[in-house]
């Protein structure tokens, strides 16, 4: 079946530090990846997308590459700030609109 | 744009009882999904509607859940005989039909089944 795997958290940061939130998928198809963002007290909402393979979502300073060859768009940001704590959401979709989600990686980030 | 709104925010009921929450929509959006999200979980799909017709129903939505939409605008998710492994965040979604993958969510109803 289709699904989504993320790293645990919670990621622990300084502002400014490098981060990497992992996500792996499996799928049938040709699936087009996702990472949506839910800060406090907020609802879901997407951050960056990518279609198909090698193709690099970004904003706001955030970045994910589709790999094909390892089933993995993970997401990166060059320097984090504390207003990017957050829980990460790395989700796919295959033909339909569905999406189906990861479990979520919290990120804490501290001046 | 009001965005994606859920009422009531929280709910406590006692097990057994029937739950209804309601979701208006961005006015605009033909397409509405209902998740649950449980504490340290990813959202999980349970159903989507384009305008009125429900297309699709998950297996993790027993017969004692049911939605509707009826006339293309809000939707309802109503819960017969609660059971505690019912509590949960009961989120909802909305997007335009071909731009699916965007879904806008409002903040959700936590159910709480006592």
């Known amino acids: 079946g289709n699904s989504v795997t993320q790293m645990e958290g919670p990621v622990t940061l300084s502002e400014e530090a490098f981060l990497t939130i992992n996500c792996t998928y499996t799928a049938t198809g040709y699936p087009s990846l996702f990472w949506y963002v839910q800060y406090p007290g907020e609802g879901l909402q997407l951050l960056l997308k990518?279609?198909?393979?090698?193709d690099k979502g970004s904003n706001k300073g955030f970045e994910a590459t589709y790999r094909k060859e390892t089933t993995s768009f993970h997401l990166e940001k060059g320097s984090v700030q504390v207003s990017d704590s957050a829980v990460y959401f790395c989700?796919?979709?295959?033909?339909?609109?569905?999406?189906?989600f990861g479990t979520g990686t919290r990120l804490q980030v501290f001046p | 744009d009001t965005g994606v709104s859920q009422d009531p925010r929280h709910k406590i009921t006692k097990r057994g009882q029937n739950v209804t929450f309601r979701c208006d929509p961005i006015?605009?959006?033909?397409?509405l999904y209902w998740y649950r999200q449980t504490l340290g979980q990813g959202p999980e799909f349970l159903t989507y509607?384009?305008?009125?017709?429900?297309?699709?129903k998950s297996r993790l939505l027993s017969d004692r859940f049911s939605a509707e939409r009826p006339k293309g605008s809000f939707s309802t998710l109503e819960i017969q005989r609660t059971e505690q492994g019912d509590s949960a965040m009961y989120l909802c979604?909305?997007?335009?039909?071909?731009?699916?993958?965007?879904?806008?969510f409002g903040s959700g109803t936590q159910l709480s089944v006592l």
């Open positions: 979604a909305s997007s335009l039909e071909g731009l699916g993958e965007k879904l806008f």
């Open positions: 006015s605009e959006h033909n397409r």
């Open positions: 509607f384009q305008n009125e017709a429900q297309l699709e």
């Open positions: 989700a796919l979709s295959v033909n339909t609109d569905k999406l189906i």
């Open positions: 990518a279609t198909k393979a090698d």
